[in-house]
């Protein structure tokens, strides 16, 4: 037995162990064809010795090449899908001249950090243009240069954690993909001054799309800005509070799953009014939380 390792396949909905006796790569992977690698299982070892845990993660060159180009496939689909509903639509939305954005940059397979925000915004800076229309995703990321409040709020925030790499190469979205100066009410093309029928048809449409392209991607964690809006999409609304703010009065981080993947919340940078003590706890714990969950 000092020998054997459990080897440990999974995807997110279904898991199998198998003992391999002088294990080698040749044997595992054997195995795990055996055990359906059209499912794209994930393997990992399980030693006996010490209770470790260390994934294995050689999904062969080939694997790995289809499952990217099924997220490529289905992000142009889901462009496509989007660019229709807002051509629909445009016209009946009080925000029509905002338009709608989808995702940072080129779509990944597992990338390390998916951050998701309630929608994306239309700033000041974007009053008089035209309304912002993408026909497929951004050659580049545009999170490592975004000079807006929230993009710069965000990138320092993960600098003071040690984490700008992290959130350099993170995929950035929205829960929906259609741009308003705010959610609420009382504000400058504000997305709840649309028709209530017309903005759940556009936000249910948007979170399908979401929760495919998540499950696809296959991400290790996803980072929710705004507490609300956490709650609102965690799985079976479980939701732990994991610090509060200075004050003690609200809550500055939680965590839970979302779509299936370990998730965090944090109190939005930009419209919570929160205070620099509360960005410099929130950098702190999330450098401690997401080095020790990339390390894993």
Known sequence: MKNSL????????????????????????????????????????LSIEGNTVTRFGKIRKRELAMALQEVQDFTRGMYARVTSLWTKHRHDLSTG??????????????????????????????????????????????????????ANKLRAMFADAGLLRLHNEAIMTNFHFFKSGSVAKDEPRAWAD???????????????????????????????????AFERFADNRCVTTEEKDVKGGRRLIVSGRLFGVPAVGIMHPTGSQIANSDIAKLSRWLGTHFTAHTAA
């Not at 948007?206 to 290790?220: A, K, Y």
């Open 6 to 45: 459990f080897v440990e396949a999974a995807n997110r909905t279904e898991s199998t162990t198998f003992a391999v006796d002088h294990p080698s790569s040749c044997e595992w992977s054997v195995k795990l064809a055996h055990f359906g690698a059209a499912r794209r299982w994930r393997p990992r070892v």
């Open 194 to 228: 649309n028709d209530p029928k017309l903005r759940q048809t556009l936000e249910q449409a948007c979170v399908t799309e979401l929760r495919e392209f998540i499950r696809l991607s296959e991400p290790e964690a996803i980072l929710v800005l705004g507490i609300g």
């Open 97 to 150: 001249e905002c338009g709608y954005a989808l995702i940072s940059g080129p779509p990944q397979y597992q990338p390390k950090l998916i951050i998701i925000g309630e929608n994306p915004g239309f700033g000041v800076e974007d009053v008089g243009l035209a309304a912002h229309e993408e026909a497929t995703w951004p050659d580049t990321s545009y999170l490592p240069t975004a000079n807006w409040k929230l």
